[in-house]
């Protein structure tokens, strides 16, 4: 069974964070941004850390920079990469500045910082607690139907003593679909509810959890926040107001 993780909300300088204490003694420094403590204005307001939303370029890179030092990184070492909704997993070990485009980044490094931005979407950490390696995922349905997680997978060695964070994502009460979505996931237990008509309500956590057990996490080293990203108060909601922002899952190995 699946535990629950707890977000400890702490300040770093002006910049109110979400810390993952619960992963600290694996030697990541792991947060989760809110949509506050940044210099975006309305509707992106106020820590958008997204550059393809239509927000001032120069508010994002602030944004970034200001995540960047709470971190303890250069606002360069800061690695987000083009999320396509797909199932590209990046070697930041690899990395030497240029411009990466997948839905994962994968690294051994303790220079950078790895960033995945989300909005609604299901923000991972997977990390192995025998070795250096960590990933970050971001995986929607399109993601997750294309295999985003079980191709992060295959980057670790021993997925059986693999530590996973399942982040703040949007919950199944606002997250209505289509026959043409809810087709990939109705094999999965819970994954889809029933609503009018042909529509349904898609729990996106569910699935992500029934994926990384069928491929070998086991249930209990799966901790899965309890925080939605429902109605864009605390956290970016795309579902919530277009245009949206986005807030991210960050993390850097500290030893």
């Known amino acids: 069974m699946s535990r629950a993780l707890k977000l400890v909300a702490r300040s770093r300088g002006d910049l109110p964070l979400y810390d993952l204490d619960d992963v600290r003694d694996y030697g990541l420094d792991v947060v989760v941004t809110t949509r506050h403590g940044g210099v975006s204005t309305s509707p992106y307001a106020s820590l958008n850390l997204a550059d393809h939303v239509g927000d001032d370029g120069v508010a994002v890179a602030e944004n970034r920079r200001r995540v960047a030092h709470a971190l303890a990184v250069p606002a360069p070492s800061l690695v987000v990469a083009t999320q396509v909704h797909g199932n590209v997993v990046n070697d930041v070990d690899d990395w030497s500045g240029g411009a990466l485009v997948g839905d994962a980044l994968v690294a051994t490094r303790d220079d950078v910082a790895l960033a995945v931005l989300v909005a609604d979407c299901v923000p991972l950490l997977i990390l192995d607690p025998r070795g250096p390696r960590f990933a970050l995922v971001h995986a929607g349905w399109r993601g997750l139907a294309e295999g985003i997680i079980p191709a992060t997978l295959a980057h670790f060695a021993r997925v059986g003593e693999l530590l996973v964070v399942i982040g703040p994502r949007i919950s199944p009460a606002s997250y209505q679909v289509g026959p043409e979505v809810a087709t990939s996931f109705e094999s999965i237990p819970g994954a889809c509810r029933e609503d009018v008509g042909d529509r349904r309500r898609l729990d996106l956590g569910v699935i992500a ?16 926040a309890g925080a939605m990203t429902d109605g864009g108060g605390e956290f970016y909601s795309d579902r919530a107001a277009r245009p949206s922002g986005r807030f991210a899952l960050v993390a850097r190995r500290t030893s």
């Open 209 to 224: 959890q029934h994926q990384l057990l069928a491929h070998g996490v086991p249930s209990e080293n799966v901790l899965v």
